[in-house]
């Protein structure tokens, strides 16, 4: 069975693995990477290429942030990794290995992830949603993951979620996208706001939820509300079999529990009149390995 390095580039760590051709982990780990310039980047992918000195793996599979032209191998931009622009990353990166390389966006190597072994396997339309620093995740239609025109479909931060802030300045005018209402960072953010504190964590929220603190009840509702209202959106749009719920929070049952019951209560009252019909709604299967598992599923994809 053939073997595949796999690549998840974040802004912290290059989290590296050796997998089978089924989606079976050989090894794997992770280097730090500094996202200011390519020569730090290079730095990262070499100490991954004399961690798996060892391997005889057949291709280079990469997730990484940014808009992404998969066809021709070409990160448009990077994220956090300000400096690459019309970057020919395939190419460079599959140079580093000796190895024929693909890249794909880390949201859509998620949504490759469900799609191929996880909560949207066998789903005909669906999406994920990843809850981070921002909303990532990735649209599956007719069994496939939908790339965009510009390869930037699914991008789901950048949901408008009040037109009027629109018209304000940066960085006021954030607060029109989807990504300030229910990421992670937003409703830690808003919960340590609450609370007076300099910051919080998933942890902290979750745990002073379960405790029944009032502060996390009504963070949380609002979260829960500001996602059911999202999906609803997004709905009318696509009408779509099933969401995903990923990121680190959807390790919590609550979180999925939370959006059903809100997205439920906007649902229901309307069911009679709205065009669509009611998605499920689920977690998703993968954590923290998602976009490894995902990229290896692009790349056998357009590889094979």
Same mark, same amino acid.
């Given at each position: 069975?053939?073997?595949? &390095?796999?690549?998840?580039?974040?802004?912290?760590?290059?989290?590296?693995?050796? =997998?089978?051709?089924?989606?079976?982990?050989?090894?794997?780990?992770?280097?730090?990477?500094?996202?200011?310039?390519?020569?730090? =980047?290079?730095?990262?992918?070499?100490?991954?290429?004399?961690?798996?000195?060892?391997?005889?793996?057949?291709?280079?599979?990469?997730?990484?942030?940014?808009?992404?032209?998969?066809? /021709?191998?070409?990160?448009?931009? *990077?994220?956090? %990794?300000?400096?690459?622009?019309?970057?020919?990353?395939?190419?460079?990166?599959?140079?580093?290995?000796?190895?024929?390389?693909?890249?794909?966006?880390?949201?859509?190597? /998620?949504?490759?992830?469900?799609?191929?072994?996880?909560?949207?396997?066998?789903?005909?339309?669906?999406?994920?949603?990843?809850?981070?620093?921002?909303?990532?995740?990735?649209?599956?239609?007719?069994?496939?993951?939908? =790339?965009?025109?510009?390869? *930037?479909? *699914?991008?789901?931060?950048?949901?408008?979620?009040?037109?009027? /802030?629109?018209? +304000?300045?940066?960085?006021?005018?954030?607060?029109?996208?989807?990504?300030?209402?229910?990421?992670?960072?937003?409703?830690?953010?808003?919960?340590? $706001?609450?609370?007076?504190?300099?910051?919080?964590?998933?942890?902290? #929220?979750?745990?002073?939820?379960?405790?029944?603190?009032?502060? @996390?009840?009504?963070?949380? $509702?609002?979260?829960?509300?500001? @996602?059911?209202?999202?999906? =609803?959106?997004?709905?009318?749009? +696509?009408? #779509?079999?099933?969401?995903?719920?990923?990121?680190?929070?959807?390790?919590?049952? $609550?979180?999925?529990?939370?959006?059903?019951? /809100?997205?439920?209560? #906007?649902?229901?009252?309307?069911?009679? %009149? &709205?065009?669509?019909?009611?998605? $499920?709604?689920?977690?998703?299967? %993968?954590?923290?390995?998602?976009?490894?598992? *995902?990229?290896? @599923? %692009?790349?056998?994809?357009?590889?094979?």
């Amino acid at each position: 069975m053939k073997q595949y &390095l796999v690549l998840d580039i974040g802004g912290t760590f290059v989290k590296y693995a050796v =997998m089978t051709e089924d989606g079976q982990f050989v090894t794997q780990g992770k280097v730090p990477v500094s996202h200011k310039s390519e020569e730090e =980047m290079f730095a990262a992918l070499e100490a991954v290429r004399a961690e798996v000195a060892g391997h005889d793996y057949a291709g280079v599979a990469i997730s990484m942030p940014g808009r992404i032209d998969t066809t /021709a191998g070409i990160a448009h931009t *990077g994220g956090a %990794f300000s400096w690459i622009h019309d970057y020919p990353a395939a190419e460079r990166y599959g140079a580093v290995f000796g190895k024929p390389a693909t890249i794909a966006n880390d949201g859509k190597c /998620a949504a490759y992830a469900e799609s191929w072994q996880g909560a949207l396997a066998d789903a005909e339309s669906g999406a994920a949603i990843v809850l981070g620093t921002g909303v990532g995740g990735g649209i599956v239609l007719n069994g496939k993951v939908w =790339m965009g025109y510009t390869g *930037g479909a *699914g991008e789901l931060s950048g949901l408008l979620v009040d037109f009027n /802030a629109m018209g +304000l300045p940066f960085p006021q005018s954030m607060s029109a996208l989807w990504a300030n209402r229910i990421s992670a960072a937003s409703i830690t953010k808003a919960y340590a $706001e609450r609370k007076g504190l300099e910051s919080a964590d998933g942890i902290m #929220l979750f745990d002073a939820y379960e405790a029944g603190d009032e502060d @996390a009840k009504a963070v949380l $509702e609002e979260f829960g509300f500001q @996602a059911a209202a999202g999906i =609803m959106s997004l709905q009318a749009t +696509l009408d #779509l079999q099933r969401y995903a719920i990923g990121g680190g929070i959807s390790a919590r049952p $609550e979180t999925t529990e939370i959006i059903r019951k /809100a997205f439920d209560d #906007l649902y229901d009252p309307l069911a009679a %009149f &709205l065009p669509y019909g009611k998605p $499920e709604i689920v977690t998703c299967k %993968f954590g923290n390995e998602a976009n490894l598992i *995902g990229a290896l @599923a %692009f790349h056998l994809e357009r590889c094979s």
